[in-house]
């Protein structure tokens, strides 16, 4: 689905990627760790468009590195950025439709009440809200409402980076059991989450991000397993937690 080969990202001089090699296949989840600084949202900004990069990044055989992020968004490569990002004066309703303008642009006639439709049984809540400022939603309905709106884009591949940020544990649990619906409806997801015994337990492929370099990669279970990751990342009780 999407194959990234010697990928480099720079910030002024400082050289955020090191010539990463990534492949992302369709239809499944894919999650990226490592330490804050690692590059793990660049990566994703590289994708969609976002910053400047060098090196090779293709969606089904498509060359798509020196796109505008108009362009890829309009292929169905949508980024829910870290932070949530949604206009906090418009309502609900509002902010779902603002996700549309990648296939129906700011003017057009296209309807959208299926795509609504299916966001709304996703999150029921956000129904509930529908008429709500999207600055009186809780975190984690803000969490959502950031993902609905990736879904009236009509994704293919989803971008999400630490979709779990701030947000309390029980709040995580019912969201990422939401990611996890919307990728068997289909669409493939690539994740960045500092949580990562919960990226890695809900993924099918891992990578493993150390500045700016690809450490070590494989199936979501035997990463997991890694002494390295374990070491690094999942606590000394890990062991406790591999079932």
């Known amino acids: 689905m999407i194959k990234i080969e010697n990928l480099h990202a720079y910030y002024g001089a400082v050289e955020a990627l090191k010539g990463v090699n990534i492949d992302i296949p369709s239809e499944k989840i894919t999650c990226l760790i490592g330490a804050n600084g690692a590059g793990k949202t660049t990566l994703l900004k590289s994708i969609s468009g976002m910053i400047h990069h060098t090196g090779s990044i293709r969606v089904d055989d498509t060359e ?20 949530r990002h949604i206009f906090p004066g418009l309502t609900v309703r509002e902010n779902l439709e603002v996700g549309t303008i990648a296939w ?22 956000l129904w509930e809200r529908k008429d709500q400022l999207g600055w ?11 993902i609905g709106r990736a879904m009236m884009a009509r994704p293919k591949v989803l971008l999400l980076d630490e979709p779990s940020m701030g947000l309390a544990p029980i709040v995580v649990s019912e969201l990422f059991d939401k990611i996890k619906e919307i990728n068997q409806k289909g669409h493939t997801i690539l994740l960045v989450e500092q949580n990562a015994r919960l990226a890695l337990k809900m993924s099918d ?16 279970e035997s990463v997991r397993r890694d002494p390295r990751t374990v070491r690094a990342y999942l606590g000394k009780f890990a062991g406790k937690h591999t079932a």
Do not use: C, N
């Open 104 to 125: 129906h642009g700011f003017f057009g006639r296209k309807p959208y009440d299926a795509e609504l439709e299916e966001v709304y049984a996703l999150f029921p809540r």
């Open 205 to 220: 492929h891992a990578y493993v991000l150390e500045h700016g370099e690809i450490a070590f990669s494989g199936d979501a």
């Open 64 to 83: 798509i590195s020196q796109r505008s992020p108009t362009k890829i968004a309009a292929m169905g490569i949508i980024h829910v950025p870290e932070g």
């Open 136 to 146: 009186s939603l809780s975190g984690g309905e803000q969490q959502m409402l950031a």
